[in-house]
């Protein structure tokens, strides 16, 4: 118990350090520069949207993220010697983002108290996560280095959450959160690489964008290796296709209408492969007895989404709000006696954008 209190005391340490720590950049950087610009939003994922209730079934992110400031002290130094090794370039960052997050995993019948070792294990992750985007010039490829840190477990909370949640709503009780993954300290790494190619035009008017990219993750949350491509359909939409689209200033809502004057609209979505060297979800924590099923050596996910932008809320002090929906489909994850199924989830997101 001590230690599970020590993981829990040190993740709550290193969120606070790194929100101060970006809290002190976004001071330091507005009285220095007045280009920067902040951007918020909150995301729900649930695959009730589908009614389902299993594998991957709800989750959360806080997210906020600054760009047109510069990169400095030990954190500037740290990517600029990183991109020499990663083939990007510290003049070349765009934005910095941070989220908090929380998701949980269970089985398909959550009515069981029992283990059921035949089916996906129950899971939860607490997290929090750090990203940094450097794009080129041209604005035709994209660098994004992300490290993350959270509790796995019971510390994760997302047992509480899910209870919690279900008796609001009066849906069936997950009875079998007794069973979930060990509690542990979650880390892992990733880089990602984003070529965009097609319509690349600047001109106004709708325009299809398209991207390829590449993405390598490893840590004891999962390690892997990605493939995919994206387009996005609309206008004044960024060179690179992304379902997270990385911007270099703020959006352009000239000749950007959709429908009405004030409503700017497009629609997105993207393919990936992924091959899964680990995931603890399905394999249980390393080096623990921690329930696990035969996972599937690679997935791939699909997605589609369609994005609302309210050009008239735009103020002198925040950009436009936005609503937005994705929907995400996840081949079968894992082998069983038991039927298993591929998975679809929902996506919410409300925001202000630059």
């Known amino acids: 118990m001590k230690s599970t209190q020590h993981l829990a005391l040190l993740f709550a340490v290193s969120v606070a350090g790194f929100c101060w720590h970006n809290a002190v950049n976004a001071q330091t950087s507005s009285t220095s520069s007045s280009q920067e610009k902040t ?12 009614q389902t209730d299993r594998y991957y079934t709800d989750g959360f992110q806080i997210e906020w993220k600054r760009t047109g400031g510069q990169l400095s002290g030990f954190e500037g130094d740290f990517l600029s010697s990183l991109c020499g090794y990663l083939g990007c370039a510290s003049k070349d960052y765009v934005q910095a983002k941070s989220i908090i997050a929380q998701a949980a995993y269970t089985p398909r019948n959550i009515l069981i108290a029992q283990a059921q070792p035949l089916d996906h294990p129950w899971g939860g992750h607490l ?3 750090r990203a940094y985007d450097f794009v080129t010039p041209n ?11 959270g509790l796995l477990g019971h ?9 919690a949640a279900h008796k609001a709503f009066g849906s069936n009780p997950p009875n079998g959160w007794d069973n979930q993954i ?32 590449w993405n ?10 990605a493939v995919g491509f994206n387009f996005a359909l609309g206008k004044s939409l960024p060179l690179i296709a992304s379902n997270d689209p990385v911007r270099r200033s703020s959006l352009d809502l000239a000749g950007a209408a959709c429908v009405f004057d004030w409503l700017q609209c497009s629609l997105f979505g993207g393919v990936e492969a992924r091959a899964v060297a680990f995931n603890v979800f399905l394999d249980g924590n390393l080096g623990r007895n921690d329930p696990n099923v035969d996972k599937k050596p690679v997935v791939i996910e699909s997605s589609l989404g369609g994005r609302l932008v309210f050009t008239g809320t735009r103020g002198t002090s925040n950009g436009p709000f936005y609503l937005q929906f994705k929907a995400t489909h996840r081949t079968k994850e894992f082998n069983s006696p038991l039927p298993v199924y591929a998975h679809k989830w929902g996506s919410l997101t409300f925001g202000v954008d630059f």
């Open 39 to 50: 951007a918020y939003s909150l995301t729900i994922d649930n695959d009730v949207f589908f």
């Open 127 to 129: 997290y929090f996560e």
């Open 139 to 149: 604005q035709l490829q994209q660098t994004r280095i992300t490290g993350q840190i």
């Open 155 to 163: 510390y994760s909370l997302a047992d509480r959450v899910q209870k």
């Open 182 to 213: 060990g509690n542990n300290l979650g880390v892992l790494a990733s880089l990602e690489k984003r070529y965009a190619f097609g319509d690349v035009s600047e001109a106004p008017g709708t325009r299809l964008r398209t991207a390829a990219y």
């Open 216 to 225: 390598l993750t490893a840590g004891n949350v999962q390690t892997s290796a």
